[in-house]
């Protein structure tokens, strides 16, 4: 019987969800609400607000000079006509007080030709994440989840509370880099993978929504701070303090069995077992003298090697049942996240109050998670994410040629949301469903891989916002075409629904071979019978 049917048993036995796996996941669950927070501050620190064109009020060698609003050129706020009809482009502007104070943006003047700067800020923050996506992720698997998960709440906190008094941009630039790196990655996929390493199949898509959920009650904790706290400053360092909350888990949390186990330290995964065992009422024999560990240790010396061994991003790519859902996994992940903060960024372009607008649109999340919480474990993970991401990607396909009337406007953005809810849903089960399709070896790689590409995507979106200029149709139908794609390739993914999650590389290139939408029906399972964790004989796990 391979080794890894032991800890399997072990965690059978412990039960799908008791008091101990609760007390873990609600302190895990924390990171994703920081993540979530730093993700959007920069849509409220460094906002643009409306703004109008100053020119003087008379041409004079004086010193002294009256600044007046000009009339809009062509609809512009970036060109004035000044006397004798002489165009000349804008220097000094106008900033609308109504909904923000001072931001980045007024600081910097990130407008008209500068619009680069406000992307750049917006890109060195999530191509830190994606930095932080494959190298803590790789960590991660080396060094241990709830190493990584500590240290990165320790610079998290530092960080996000030091840039607030960075006033050089550049300085700024180089600093939110950084930032990216431990805001939103190592915390919160650390978090995730302890999460579903140490919970039962039956409530791993439950648990996988939550942190969904909760990342976006941290983005509706962005907009709530915002419209109370008008100082950049000050409201930079509020939402570096909320990191503060991290800091108790080097102490209240626990290593992964899982991953104890996978590195070949058998004691400190059953003791940690047993402590969990004694949590949740339960009692069973497990090993504990060294003799006895030792005789485990020595009956599969082939197989303890393979277990110490070190993999890495590579080891997803060199058979090719697990390369080709490597290659369309991430292509999901870069595509759900393509739409997500291609939405999520431009709230500020939608009527209304921006701070509204941001929280409702982070609020209609959690009914998209409610409802993938509730049909994911009946349809299974590949029919619901496929689907999705395709109705969300024909929503903002269609919202992007409304006229622009206010009716028109209105009901475009009802779609919006309609593809915000989809695309949303789309993006929480990825999660899930990575976590569960890739072995224990290299699962929070895997993770952290598909977040890499996520990130990356999340770079991308604030210049692809910038096509604007050019049609304001075009950002739109960019972020749908890239979502419709991906929806309609992973129909050809394996389903995980009801599966026990590999262990070993070996089965990470079994898992699911042969089962696509269109082999074994888009609500069909895989062709190959799973052994449920229930049937392992207690002998066998010895």
């Known amino acids: 019987m391979a080794k890894s049917t ?22 895990n669950l924390m990171s994703a609400f920081t993540a979530g927070l730093h993700m959007m501050a920069l849509v409220t620190v460094a906002a643009v607000p409306d703004y109008n064109c100053l020119i003087p009020e008379t041409e004079s060698e004086s010193n002294i000079t009256n600044w007046i609003v000009a009339p809009k050129f062509n609809n512009d706020s970036c060109q004035a006509i000044i006397s004798y009809n002489k165009t000349i482009n804008c220097e000094k502007w106008l900033f609308n007080e109504t909904y923000y104070g001072s931001t980045r943006a007024t600081q910097w003047n990130m407008i008209c030709d500068n619009r680069w700067m406000g992307s750049l800020a917006q890109m060195s923050y999530m191509f830190g994440v994606f930095t932080g996506a494959v190298v803590l992720g790789s960590l991660a698997d080396k ?24 006033n050089n941009y550049w300085i700024f630039i180089a600093t939110t880099y950084v930032y990216g ?13 302890l999460t579903m390493e140490l919970v039962g199949p039956s409530k791993r898509s439950m648990c996988g929504i939550l942190f969904q959920t909760t990342f976006a009650s941290g983005i509706m904790a962005v907009a709530a701070w915002g419209y109370f ?9 509020i939402y570096g303090l909320h990191s503060l909350m991290l800091i108790p888990h080097f102490w209240l949390i626990d290593e992964s069995p899982r991953w104890l186990w996978g590195q070949g330290r058998k004691e400190e995964a059953i003791k940690i077992v047993q402590k969990a065992l004694k949590t949740n009422n339960k009692t069973m024999p497990i090993l504990l003298e060294k003799e006895q560990m030792l005789s485990l240790n020595n009956d599969e010396p082939v197989q303890e090697n393979n277990q110490n061994r070190s993999y890495s991003i590579l080891d997803l790519f060199k058979t090719p049942n697990l390369r080709n859902n490597t290659i369309n996994v991430c292509l999901y992940w870069f595509a759900a996240s393509f739409g997500y903060y291609g ?6 372009n939608l009527p209304g109050n921006p701070y509204f607008m941001l929280f409702v649109m982070a609020a209609v999340e959690i009914p998209s998670y409610v409802f993938v919480t509730l049909s994911m474990d009946r349809v299974g993970r590949r029919f619901l994410s496929s689907s999705m991401m395709i109705v969300g990607g024909t929503a903002l396909l269609v919202s992007a040629f409304f006229p622009s009337d206010p009716l028109s406007q209105s009901i475009s953005t009802g779609i919006v949301f309609l593809g915000k809810f989809c695309i949303a849903g789309a993006f929480a089960i990825i999660y899930n469903y990575t976590v569960e399709r890739f072995p224990t070896v290299v ?13 990356l995507a999340g770079g991308f979106t604030p210049l692809v916002t910038l096509l604007d200029v050019y049609d304001i149709r075009a950002p739109a139908i960019t972020f749908a075409v890239v979502t419709l794609m991906s929806g309609i390739l992973s129909t050809l993914l394996p389903e995980t629904l009801n599966t026990v999650m590999p262990q070993t590389m070996e089965d990470g290139e079994e898992f699911g071979k ?29």
Not at 181 to 193: A, D, E, K, T
Not at 229 to 237: A, E, M, N, P, S
Not at 343 to 348: A, E, H, K, M, P
Not at 516 to 536: A, H, L, Y
């Open 181 to 193: 790196i431990f805001g939103s990655s190592g915390s919160y996929i650390s978090g995730f993978v």
């Open 143 to 166: 060094f241990g989840r709830k190493k990584i998960f500590c240290i990165s709440a320790v610079a998290q906190l530092f960080l996000s509370v030091g840039v607030a008094f960075l």
């Open 343 to 348: 939405i999520s960024l431009r709230t500020g």
């Open 229 to 237: 706290v008008r100082d950049t400053f000050l409201l930079q360092i």
């Open 6 to 27: 032991n800890i399997d048993f072990y965690m059978d036995n412990l039960g799908d969800f008791g008091k101990y796996q609760l007390r873990q996941f609600l302190l």
């Open 443 to 455: 699962r929070n790689t895997a993770i952290g891989l598909g977040s890499m590409f996520a990130r």
């Open 514 to 542: 042969g089962d696509t939408c269109f082999t074994t029906g888009c609500f069909g399972r895989s062709k190959k019978p799973q052994p449920k964790q229930k049937d392992i004989p207690l002998e066998e796990s010895y």
